[in-house]
């Protein structure tokens, strides 16, 4: 079993920045991509970034320029710098890891969200 801890979420005005942390541990033989969804209030969660272990990565339009993801494989650990922040990014942000326990079983696996809150 795979368990993911998330941190660095808060309160914060509009135009601050804050460092969301997600470390992973349990039986992981190998991680693929690590990322970093959203949810906000009466919305779907939509996907906020994401970085493969070779260290490709992909960003929502919305956060471009704003937002930076980054991995530490070796430590099963994945950030979100998250820069000139908006009202709008406030919601449940949560991080999701893709690997595998062996070489037949992968797994995807989720935290437990931590609130982002932007006040205007």
């Known amino acids: 079993q795979v368990h993911l801890v998330e941190s660095g979420g808060g309160l914060v005005q509009a135009g601050g920045s804050l460092r969301l942390s997600c470390v992973a541990s349990?039986?992981?033989?190998?991680?693929?991509?690590m990322g970093w969804y959203r949810q906000a209030p009466g919305k779907q969660r939509e996907l906020v970034a994401t970085i493969t272990s070779g260290g490709s990565t992909n960003y929502a339009d919305s956060v471009k320029g704003r937002f930076t993801i980054s991995g530490d494989y070796a430590k099963n650990t994945v950030y979100l710098e998250m820069n000139s922040l908006k009202p709008e990014d406030t919601a449940v942000y949560y991080c999701?890891?893709?690997?595998?326990?062996?070489?037949?079983?992968?797994?995807?696996?989720w935290g437990q969200g931590t609130q982002v809150t932007v006040s205007s």
């Open positions: 999701r890891l893709m690997g595998s326990y062996s070489y037949t079983a992968d797994f995807v696996s």
């Open positions: 349990g039986n992981i033989f190998s991680i693929n991509n």
